[in-house]
């Protein structure tokens, strides 16, 4: 059986668990620019704090532990710690040459914590999906607002940004590879672009999931498109899953996430939001509790529109194990 084939077999029997946010997590340990260099950046040339996906390799302890505390909350995917591990994500940080070193541990960490947990619950299997973040530059979008055609990234230096990610994910063993929180499609499709030429002569190629972020109430993406552009643009990869996650929290997203169960009918969808908006006062950052935010969701269970629920930023180990516990009990999403 393919993974793809036994992933979508466990989605047709049950919602299945994302993880939550790790950013947010990371900056519960208040890590300063010592922990963030470790050994391996003590003589970095600027400073690195604040490079969440560096500490796969400076304090892959801190990982470990986020990552575990999900597994234990219940999740059944959990993502790598590499939303910004591409060579251009971290040209803010003069550490290109890690990029590939950065995907493998991360990819490794969460295998080897997938393996552990899978091994003490074979009938609840673990899965890694190897995050590819947005980017912090956009091809259809102009930097500078007085010239709407200049842009300071090629499709082509993106579409190999992602194919080095995406060949080090692999390597490193991860089961599934998630291109999330998409606000500029073009983007998304420079990713696309490099896993159907990696995996092309592939049978067993791994699945794909996709994830969209609407960025405001006009309900588009920040490049302009509406929730059906999005999918219509990228239906041609064929991706296991298309979803909806951060920008706004779960009530906002409803709409979207309800609108793509219907013009996806062969594909299951997924949702993972932000704990509600911003916060600085909150501990995590963001104002819904683990009770909130699960009701809400189970809400989307219960009107048949989800296959995969999770939290993004703000969502804790507390948010996934009652979103997990919420939906137990409740069908998934037909797909046909």
Known sequence: MSKRERISQILRERIMILDGGMGTMVQQYKLGEADYR?????????????????LVLTKPEVIQEIQRSYLEAGADIIETDTFSATSIGMSDYKLEHMVRAMNKAAAKIARDL?????????????FVAGA??????????SPDVNDASKRNVTFDELHAAYREQ??????????????????????????IYAYLEIFEDDPDPLPL?????????????????????????????????????????????????????????????????????PNPLSDTGYDETPQLTSGYLKEF???????IVGGCCGTTPAHIKAIGEAVAKVAPRKVA
């Open 38 to 54: 470790g050994h391996v950046c003590r003589d970095h040339v600027c400073d690195v704090k604040g490079n969440n996906d560096l």
């Open 132 to 141: 590819l973040g947005p980017m912090s530059r956009t091809a259809s979008i």
């Open 166 to 191: 995406i060949e080090a994910l692999v390597i490193g063993g991860v089961d599934l590879i998630l291109i999330e929180t998409v606000f500029d499609t073009l983007n998304a499709k420079a990713a």
């Open 209 to 277: 999931m996709i994830s969209g972020t609407i960025t405001d109430a006009s309900g588009r993406t920040l490049s302009g498109q509406t929730i059906a552009a999005f999918w219509n643009s990228i239906r041609h990869a064929n991706p296991l899953c298309v979803g909806v996650n951060c920008a706004l929290g779960a009530t906002a997203m409803r709409p979207y996430v309800e609108e793509l169960a219907k013009i996806a009918p062969h594909t299951f969808v997924s949702v993972y939001p932000n704990a509600g908006l």
């Open 114 to 126: 997938c393996d552990e947990f899978t091994k003490k619950t074979p009938d609840k299997p673990r």
């Open 301 to 307: 269970a219960e009107s048949g529109i989800v296959n």
